[in-house]
């Protein structure tokens, strides 16, 4: 029943590594967000796709790479890990019409070491 | 000035206070106004949602946007232990196409509400 999934859920890693966070959503939306929040709890969009195209790249190190396979899934790779990296990763989805009503996923908690 | 302040608290309240919670802005283009409730560990999840200026009430929630001032709030009534969350507030300048619709959120007030 579970309607924004990720995995995984913690992801502990070195710096210099490349690693994978996926999400999923069963909502039938067609719009798909990344977001970070960083220690302070401050919430910040990353990437939107809508129906597989991008449409929101916020000011974000290309190191970060999203891909949309299908509308129900956009995954976020990320290479060469930094320090500051460490956060954690929100997916969320909606109705390209309804950007405010976006439903979040549980997260994942990256630490980069 | 940021786009959006949000006093961070923390907020520590008795049980069956009425909690105020604010933010302002700086973005005159700003239409969409939400408040998201965020518990310790887990995603936000979408508590209000109002368009414009105007009132909204559901349950012991209200949200009020006063355009002209750039402010907005949401009131608890009767607040319960479970209300214990980060409070968000966020806003877009529209609600399809493009970058228009991207939300942009406050940094979160920490509410506390004591048995």
């Known amino acids: 029943d579970t309607a924004v999934s990720q995995t995984p859920k913690y992801l502990v890693t070195q710096m210099g590594n490349d690693k994978s966070i996926k999400c999923e959503q069963n909502l039938g939306h067609d719009t798909m967000y990344w977001y970070k929040q960083d220690s302070k709890k401050f919430l910040k969009i990353m990437f939107s796709?809508?129906?597989?195209?991008?449409?929101i790249n916020e000011t974000v190190p290309n190191r970060f790479s999203p891909k949309s396979p299908d509308k129900a899934h956009l995954n976020l790779h990320i290479n060469s890990l930094e320090l500051g990296d460490s956060a954690v990763y929100f997916c969320?989805?909606?109705?390209?019409?309804?950007?405010?009503?976006?439903?979040f996923g549980p997260g994942t908690r990256l630490t980069v070491t | 000035q940021k786009e959006v302040e949000q006093d961070p608290g923390p907020l520590s309240v008795p049980e069956g206070a009425i909690v105020s919670l604010n933010c302002t802005y700086s973005n005159s283009a700003f239409q969409y106004f939400m408040w998201y409730r965020q518990y310790s560990r887990k995603g936000p999840e979408l508590l209000m949602y109002?368009?414009?200026?105007g009132n909204k009430e559901d349950g012991r929630f209200t949200a009020q946007v006063d355009k002209s001032s750039k402010y907005i709030s949401l009131f608890i009534r009767d607040s319960q232990p479970s209300d214990s969350a980060t409070y968000l507030c966020a806003m877009s300048a529209g609600n399809s196409g493009g970058s228009n619709y991207k939300l942009t959120f406050g940094k979160g007030t920490l509410l506390t509400v004591n048995p």
């Open positions: 796709y809508n129906n597989k195209e991008l449409i």
């Open positions: 969320a989805s909606s109705t390209f019409g309804l950007a405010g009503e976006q439903y």
């Open positions: 109002t368009y414009s200026s």
